[in-house]
C-alpha cells in the first residue's frame, strides 16, 4: 500500500525547510520557515520605505544586466532538469529486487566476512563515458543495506538492481556458504505508513567530524579474530536485541545506501587535476595533526638583533599518532558513499515516545570520542516545537509523507530525495551490518534449522 499525502499542499515551505535542513546538517542550528520568510518580507518592506531610490537603483542595474545574469541562470537550470530527466528515465527503468539473508543455526563469522561481501560489490560501471553520463542519464549501481523489525522479528535485507543479483549472491555465498537468500516482498509496503493511521518518526545519521576519521570498528572490538563463545562481544547484538524488544504494532527500519564512492561529495579537483576525494581530505586533516604536533624553537638572529621562532620536526602525543594510523588504515580500505537513515513507525496506541531517542542514539555503541561518531540530523530533528513554530502538525505531517517515500525509493544521491552523506570504509560499513554469529544470542533473528546441500553422488534416480 502507498503512502497518502498531507491534506494541505505545502511546497513553499517544504524547500524552505529543506534548505533549513541542509543548514542544519552543516551547522548544528535551524531556524523555522515561516519567521525566516516574514523577517525577508519585513526587509524588504523597510528598504522600500526609507530607501526606495537605493531599492529602484538596484532593480535598474539587475534588469539591465538580465541579458547577461539571466542566459547563465537559464542555461544551468536547464543543464541540470535535463540530467534530472535523463537520470529519472535510467533509475524507473531498472528492475529492483529485495533479498533476504537468512543465516545458518550455527556458523562462527567475523565482520570481515561482510567486508569481503562489500569488497566484492564495490562496483561502478555506467559512468565511464560522458556520453552515458549526461545523454543517457547512467547512474553507477547503489546498494541499500537494511536491519529491520517487524513487530519484534529482526530481518536483514540487502536491495539491488536485477542485474547484479547474481554479483551479490556469490559475494553472500562464498562468504556465508550456510545461508540462505531469497527475493520477498518489500516490507515497507505491507503497512500504509499514512500519518493519519501511524504515528512516524525517523531522522538520517551523518559523520560528525570529517570522513576519514573512523568510527569504532570492529577491529576495536577484537572482533577481527573469531573468540570464545564466552568472550565475543558484538556491538550490534545491541541493536538486534532492541529491536526485537518491538511489540505487536511497531516497526523500526534502519537503511544504509551506499555507492562507489568517486568524489562527487566535494564536487572540486586536487592538486594533479583529479577529482578531490576523501584520501585527499585525510591528506589535509593528517597535516593539520603535524602542524599540532610540531615544535618551535626560538633563537636570536645577529643579523636583525631580534628573536626569531622555526619550526621543529613534528613531535606527536601518542593519541596523535594513533590518530593518523587510524585514518591512514581507514583510507587504505574501499570506501563508499554513504547515507543512514532510520525510522519508528508505530499504531498510536503502541507508539512510545522513548523510543525516539534510542533510535537515535541507535549507533552509539560504535562511536569514538577521539576519531567519528554518527549522529542524527534531518527529517523530524528539524522540529524544536516551539511556540513560534507555526503549522508544526501540517508541516511534521508533510515531512512524515516524504520521509516513508524517501526510504521505500530508496533514494540519496539525486532528486527528488537527494541528501548529504558521509563517506564510510567497507570496514566501517562492516561493523554497522553484519550477520551476527550464532554465539550471539539473537531469539528474534530468523536463522535457517539445518543446512542445505545438493544430494550425494551415485544415488539412484
Same mark, same amino acid.
Given at each position: 500500500?502507498?503512502?497518502?499525502?498531507?491534506?494541505?499542499?505545502?511546497?513553499?515551505?517544504?524547500?524552505?525547510?529543506?534548505?533549513?535542513?541542509?543548514?542544519?546538517?552543516?551547522?548544528?542550528?535551524?531556524?523555522?520557515?515561516?519567521?525566516?520568510?516574514?523577517?525577508?518580507?519585513?526587509?524588504?518592506?523597510?528598504?522600500?520605505?526609507?530607501?526606495?531610490?537605493?531599492?529602484?537603483?538596484?532593480?535598474?542595474?539587475?534588469?539591465?544586466?538580465?541579458?547577461?545574469?539571466?542566459?547563465?541562470?537559464?542555461?544551468?537550470?536547464?543543464?541540470?532538469?535535463?540530467?534530472?530527466?535523463?537520470?529519472?528515465?535510467?533509475?524507473?527503468?531498472?528492475?529492483?529486487?529485495?533479498?533476504?539473508?537468512?543465516?545458518?543455526?550455527?556458523? %562462527?563469522?567475523?565482520?570481515?566476512?561482510?567486508?569481503? #561481501?562489500?569488497?566484492?560489490?564495490? !562496483? *561502478?560501471? $555506467? =559512468?565511464?563515458? &560522458?556520453?552515458?553520463?549526461?545523454?543517457?542519464?547512467?547512474?553507477?549501481?547503489?546498494?541499500?543495506?537494511?536491519?529491520?523489525?517487524?513487530?519484534?522479528?529482526?530481518?536483514?535485507?540487502?536491495?539491488?538492481?536485477?542485474?547484479?543479483?547474481?554479483?551479490?549472491?556469490?559475494?553472500?555465498?562464498?562468504?556465508?556458504?550456510?545461508?540462505?537468500?531469497?527475493?520477498?516482498?518489500?516490507?515497507?509496503?505491507?503497512?500504509?505508513?499514512?500519518?493519519?493511521?501511524?504515528?512516524?518518526?525517523?531522522?538520517?545519521?551523518?559523520?560528525?567530524?570529517?570522513?576519514?576519521?573512523?568510527?569504532?570498528?570492529?577491529?576495536?572490538?577484537?572482533?577481527?579474530?573469531?573468540?570464545?563463545?564466552? %568472550?565475543?562481544?558484538?556491538?550490534?547484538?545491541?541493536? #538486534?536485541?532492541?529491536?526485537?524488544? !518491538? *511489540?505487536? $504494532? =511497531?516497526?523500526? &527500519?534502519?537503511?544504509?545506501?551506499?555507492?562507489?564512492?568517486?568524489?562527487?561529495?566535494?564536487?572540486?579537483?586536487?592538486?594533479?587535476?583529479?577529482?578531490?576525494?576523501?584520501?585527499?581530505?585525510?591528506?589535509?586533516?593528517?597535516?593539520?595533526?603535524?602542524?599540532?604536533?610540531?615544535?618551535?624553537?626560538?633563537?636570536?638572529?645577529?643579523?636583525?638583533?631580534?628573536?626569531?621562532?622555526?619550526?621543529?620536526?613534528?613531535?606527536?602525543?601518542?593519541?596523535?599518532?594513533?590518530?593518523?594510523?587510524?585514518?591512514?588504515?581507514?583510507?587504505?580500505?574501499?570506501?563508499?558513499?554513504?547515507?543512514?537513515?532510520?525510522?519508528?513507525?508505530?499504531?498510536?496506541?503502541?507508539?512510545?515516545?522513548?523510543?525516539?531517542?534510542?533510535?537515535?542514539?541507535?549507533?552509539?555503541?560504535?562511536?569514538?570520542?577521539?576519531?567519528?561518531?554518527?549522529? &542524527?540530523?534531518?527529517?523530524?530533528?528539524?522540529?524544536?516545537?516551539?511556540?513560534?513554530?507555526?503549522?508544526?502538525?501540517?508541516?511534521?505531517?508533510?515531512?512524515?509523507?516524504?520521509?516513508?517515500?524517501?526510504?521505500?525509493?530508496?533514494?540519496?544521491?539525486?532528486?527528488?530525495?537527494?541528501?548529504?552523506?558521509?563517506?564510510?570504509?567497507?570496514?566501517?560499513?562492516?561493523?554497522?551490518?553484519?550477520?551476527?554469529?550464532?554465539?550471539?544470542?539473537?531469539?528474534?533473528?530468523?536463522?535457517?534449522?539445518?543446512?542445505?546441500?545438493?544430494?550425494?553422488?551415485?544415488?539412484?534416480?
Amino acid at each position: 500500500m502507498s503512502s497518502h499525502g498531507p491534506s494541505t499542499p505545502l511546497p513553499f515551505f517544504d524547500a524552505l525547510t529543506k534548505l533549513m535542513k541542509e543548514w542544519r546538517s552543516k551547522s548544528g542550528f535551524v531556524l523555522d520557515p515561516l519567521p525566516v520568510v516574514l523577517c525577508g518580507l519585513a526587509i524588504l518592506f523597510f528598504c522600500l520605505v526609507f530607501a526606495p531610490a537605493l531599492v529602484g537603483a538596484a532593480l535598474s542595474i539587475a534588469l539591465f544586466l538580465s541579458p547577461l545574469w539571466l542566459a547563465v541562470f537559464l542555461a544551468r537550470s536547464a543543464g541540470r532538469q535535463w540530467l534530472i530527466l535523463k537520470r529519472s528515465e535510467f533509475i524507473a527503468a531498472q528492475e529492483m529486487v529485495l533479498l533476504e539473508i537468512i543465516p545458518p543455526r550455527m556458523y %562462527e563469522k567475523t565482520p570481515l566476512a561482510m567486508e569481503a #561481501v562489500l569488497s566484492g560489490i564495490h !562496483l *561502478g560501471p $555506467g =559512468e565511464s563515458s &560522458w556520453w552515458g553520463v549526461y545523454m543517457e542519464g547512467k547512474v553507477r549501481p547503489w546498494w541499500s543495506l537494511e536491519i529491520v523489525s517487524t513487530e519484534g522479528k529482526v530481518h536483514f535485507y540487502v536491495q539491488t538492481r536485477a542485474g547484479f543479483r547474481r554479483v551479490l549472491e556469490a559475494q553472500i555465498y562464498a562468504q556465508y556458504p550456510g545461508a540462505q537468500i531469497i527475493e520477498v516482498e518489500d516490507y515497507t509496503r505491507k503497512i500504509s505508513a499514512d500519518h493519519h493511521e501511524w504515528e512516524v518518526w525517523g531522522c538520517d545519521f551523518t559523520k560528525k567530524n570529517p570522513d576519514p576519521f573512523p568510527i569504532k570498528t570492529y577491529v576495536d572490538y577484537g572482533l577481527d579474530k573469531v573468540a570464545k563463545e564466552n %568472550e565475543q562481544v558484538d556491538p550490534l547484538a545491541n541493536l #538486534v536485541e532492541f529491536m526485537g524488544s !518491538l *511489540g505487536k $504494532g =511497531e516497526h523500526m &527500519w534502519i537503511q544504509i545506501v551506499i555507492r562507489t564512492h568517486k568524489g562527487e561529495k566535494y564536487g572540486t579537483k586536487n592538486a594533479n587535476g583529479d577529482p578531490y576525494t576523501w584520501k585527499d581530505e585525510a591528506t589535509e586533516e593528517v597535516e593539520k595533526i603535524r602542524k599540532r604536533a610540531g615544535t618551535k624553537s626560538k633563537f636570536f638572529d645577529p643579523t636583525t638583533g631580534k628573536m626569531m621562532e622555526t619550526e621543529g620536526f613534528p613531535n606527536p602525543t601518542k593519541g596523535q599518532s594513533e590518530m593518523i594510523a587510524a585514518v591512514e588504515r581507514n583510507i587504505s580500505k574501499l570506501a563508499f558513499d554513504t547515507g543512514i537513515r532510520g525510522i519508528y513507525i508505530a499504531k498510536p496506541e503502541v507508539f512510545s515516545g522513548v523510543t525516539i531517542p534510542v533510535l537515535g542514539g541507535i549507533f552509539k555503541q560504535f562511536n569514538s570520542e577521539n576519531y567519528n561518531s554518527l549522529g &542524527w540530523t534531518n527529517w523530524m530533528t528539524i522540529f524544536n516545537d516551539y511556540p513560534w513554530e507555526l503549522r508544526v502538525k501540517e508541516r511534521k505531517d508533510h515531512i512524515r509523507h516524504e520521509l516513508v517515500d524517501a526510504y521505500r525509493r530508496r533514494q540519496w544521491f539525486f532528486p527528488p530525495y537527494e541528501s548529504s552523506y558521509s563517506i564510510m570504509s567497507t570496514e566501517e560499513l562492516a561493523t554497522i551490518f553484519h550477520i551476527p554469529s550464532a554465539a550471539i544470542p539473537a531469539p528474534n533473528l530468523p536463522r535457517l534449522q539445518s543446512t542445505t546441500g545438493e544430494a550425494p553422488p551415485g544415488l539412484p534416480t
